[in-house]
């Protein structure tokens, strides 16, 4: 694939996050709160009915979890409502919705008021039309693999997290249906090739990415904010945290996603909730992270993309960003040139 033609793939796929983060966020907290349908339910129960009996003798009954006639006992319990069931509903709709939704929304104005007030890091000197290897095919292929279904994944978890907010007052609700189950069917079928990705990939990178001197004093020369070009080895301190915060999410998401998919794992519903509530968690973060990953390595910086698509990186931006590997990399080539002329 063309470098020009590989940009513009992730580039619109960055678009697509990007936009899902300021759909999935800046709307959504303003339904959180501007909803009178979202205010009721937060950790309460529409409707004042008293019925034949008064509602806080029945509320105490259903607290202390005793047995109610229900319609269909082959459900597996006969308690009426799990009380443990408002909070969790309380915390998914309002906390976990609305400092998620400020997540994306602050991650994805960002990268915009970064590539605004900084534009394309550019190669200083341009690009010296030599070659310097970076990735191998197995590291490229598994970060694809990775790649694709995190986006398919990210953008199927959106739209169950926040599609009733946002999007039904769009579509409205019968095509929002159709979409909401096949957000679901998707999330379920890609979630598990996600969990080998996630694995093989901390398999393969993990040796490069831990913390080393030149780290700190990459950080606190500023990073890509200095004006200078600070020391790093194959990776930098962000390229490393980048590593890290995905890796423990993802462990995170591949335990929790194995949980609800195979509830019989755990016999109590509120570990499922719980489960439910550390994978959203999980998913706000690493997307919100992952979108600066997404733009520095596509729209932010010059050149970074062709290292995981065609493999070798140019000289000159080898040398700008990660002087220390690109110093023992061109030793190696010139030694290895060096034994075959001999």
């Known amino acids: 694939m063309k470098p020009n033609s590989s940009r513009g793939l992730i580039s619109l796929l ?30 309460a129960v529409p409707g ?3 019925g034949t009996n008064n509602d806080s003798d029945m509320w105490r009954r259903l607290r202390r979890g005793e ?65 310097v290897s ?33 999007l039904i007052p769009v579509i409205g609700q019968k095509p929002f249906a159709v979409l909401a189950s096949a957000s679901l069917e998707a999330h379920n079928l890609f979630g598990p090739l996600f969990i080998v990705g996630i694995v093989s990939m901390i398999i393969i990178f993990i040796k490069d990415n831990f913390l080393k001197a030149a780290d700190i004093k990459w950080l606190l020369m500023g990073g890509l904010f200095s004006k200078a070009h600070p020391p790093s080895w194959k990776y930098n301190f962000g390229e490393k945290a980048w590593f890290w915060i995905a890796a423990l999410t ?24 719980l489960a439910l509530l550390f994978h959203a968690g999980a998913a706000m973060i690493v997307i919100s992270v992952g979108l600066a990953h997404i733009y520095l390595g596509t729209l932010g910086v010059e050149g970074a993309l062709e ?32 034994e075959k002329e001999a």
Request: hydrophobic share 50%.
């Open 67 to 131: 047995a109610f006639l229900i319609s269909d006992p082959r459900t597996g319990t006969v308690v009426s409502i799990q009380s443990g069931g408002e909070e969790w509903r309380a915390i998914r709709n309002g906390p976990l919705s609305t400092y998620g939704g400020w997540l994306l929304a602050i991650s994805a104005a960002a990268m915009m008021a970064m590539h605004l007030l900084m534009g394309c890091i550019k190669i200083d000197g341009g690009p010296s039309g030599r070659w």
């Open 250 to 273: 993802g462990l995170v998401l591949s335990v929790s996603g194995i949980v609800l998919d195979f509830p019989s794992l755990l016999g109590e519903r509120s570990d499922l909730q």
């Open 307 to 338: 290292g995981m698509t065609a493999g070798h990186v140019d000289e000159n931006w080898a040398i700008q960003h990660h002087d220390l590997w690109a110093e023992k990399v061109l030793a190696e080539q010139t030694a290895s040139l060096v």
């Open 14 to 43: 960055l678009f697509v996050l990007v936009f899902a983060g300021f759909v999935g966020a800046g709307l959504t907290v303003g339904a959180l709160f501007d909803n009178p349908v979202q205010a009721q339910t937060k950790g």
């Open 48 to 50: 004042n009915v008293q």
């Open 134 to 166: 970076r990735f191998s095919n197995a590291e490229r292929v598994i970060h694809w693999y990775v790649a694709a279904t995190f986006i398919i994944l990210s953008l199927s978890g959106l739209t169950i997290l926040f599609g009733k907010q946002v």
